[in-house]
């Protein structure tokens, strides 16, 4: 009798793993104000298709957080977490249930037979590799995403209190494009723009040169909050908003709705 053939080997290195209670709930909770639909439609494939917690790090959490959230307006929405780690894996297991799954993988989605992805997010995992594996990395990732799905890939300080991150779509054609540069704070170490540099995406970290689109934009984006730093007698949240407006007024394709720039989202167009 013939063996059953192996899986294939994750692709990818272990994180750190390191994670902490609601790290990234304002992840979850951007996703579910940007495009809650994308959590709930069922048409053309979309029904049972899954949300991916790629990299989520020694213990459930994250997982069984974004569960916990995202179940709150699909409650079938499947969920699969993924690791490299086979302990980390293993830990996982006593967690999973009929619609929740942890399985061994990396950057090519140890998905079965029939299973479709429409979201995948993997934060705090590209950020240990070279610049030269970051395309590579989104091009695996996108081969399982549903066209309209989205990768939302970054990385956040240690308690998730600011992140940056890269929103991926997948396209009709079967490409994917960036679509948004995403920078999240909730105020509570006030604003600073260069705080943001220090956790870019893996794509962008290495750019901070001058020439360079990235560059430009935090030039761009610190005049805009010197030229309104008197906003700042109305706290930080007025501030950030008032230099967002700005930095739009300079030529930047900026979401400017209060939903989201009042709740400490900005989003740069690409």
Request: hydrophobic letters at 40%; a positive charge.
């Amino acid at each position: 009798m013939m063996k059953p053939p192996r899986p294939p080997k994750p692709i990818g290195q272990p994180t750190r793993g390191k994670t902490a209670n609601n790290r990234l709930r304002r992840v979850d909770n951007f996703i579910l104000l940007y495009e809650p639909s994308l959590l709930i439609r069922a048409d053309s494939g979309f029904a049972d298709s899954m949300f991916v917690d790629l990299g989520y790090g020694f213990d459930a959490r994250t997982t069984l957080e974004s569960a916990a959230r995202f179940r709150r307006v699909n409650p079938r929405l499947p969920i699969l977490g993924v690791e490299i780690d086979k302990e980390r894996v293993e830990a996982a297991l006593p967690f999973a249930d009929e619609k929740t799954f942890f399985r061994l993988g990396g950057f090519n989605l140890p998905l079965k037979a029939g299973e479709r992805v429409r979201l995948i997010r993997a934060f705090n995992v590209l950020r240990q590799y070279e610049e030269k594996d970051f395309a590579p990395a989104y091009e695996r990732l996108a081969e399982h995403i549903l066209p309209n799905g989205l990768i939302i890939e970054g990385t956040s300080n240690p308690f998730g209190s600011i992140w940056a991150a890269n929103l991926a779509r997948k396209t009709e054609t079967g490409d994917w494009r960036l679509e948004a540069l995403v920078f999240s704070t909730n105020f509570r170490a006030g604003f600073d723009v260069e705080e943001f540099q220090t956790i870019l995406p893996k794509n962008y970290i290495h750019r901070m040169n001058q020439g360079e689109p990235i560059y430009n934009f935090f030039e761009s984006w610190k005049r805009a909050a010197a030229e309104t730093a008197s906003a700042k007698t109305f706290g930080p949240r007025q501030w950030f908003i008032a230099a967002a407006d700005a930095l739009a007024a300079k030529g930047y394709k900026i979401n400017l709705l209060r939903k989201f720039l009042s709740r400490g989202w900005l989003i740069w167009y690409l």
